[in-house]
């Protein structure tokens, strides 16, 4: 069982920043990936970034070159650090993990952009 705890959501303005930060219960060295996923109201929930253990990272074409996925094993923590928001950014962003055979995701947390 993994339990993941998302933090770091909030109101922000279009083009300011947002660090989001995931902590997980065990040690992530024992999960295959972890990632991030965000869901608006109305849409299908869709891969934000992703990172294998032991592979390189991967992107959604909306947020790539302005989001960075990273992660310290020390603090069992994957972090996504969000730049140059904007209005569609908003969303519940919520974390994966996963250990096969399964998937683990956290409660999320909501992520506005808005004037």
């Known amino acids: 069982q993994v339990q993941l705890v998302e933090s770091g959501g909030g109101l922000v303005q279009p083009g300011g920043s947002l660090r989001l930060s995931c902590v997980a219960s065990?040690?992530?060295?024992?999960?295959?990936?972890m990632g991030w996923y965000r869901q608006a109201p109305g849409k299908q929930r869709e891969l934000v970034a992703s990172m294998p253990r032991g592979g390189s990272t991967n992107y959604g074409h909306s947020v790539e070159g302005r989001f960075t996925i990273s992660r310290d094993n020390t603090k069992n923590t994957v972090y996504l650090q969000m730049n140059s928001l904007k209005p569609e950014d908003t969303a519940v962003y919520y974390c994966?993990?996963?250990?096969?055979?399964?998937?683990?995701w956290g409660q999320g947390t909501q992520v506005t952009v808005s004037s």
């Open positions: 994966k993990a996963n250990r096969p055979p399964y998937d683990y």
């Open positions: 065990v040690n992530i060295f024992s999960i295959d990936a």
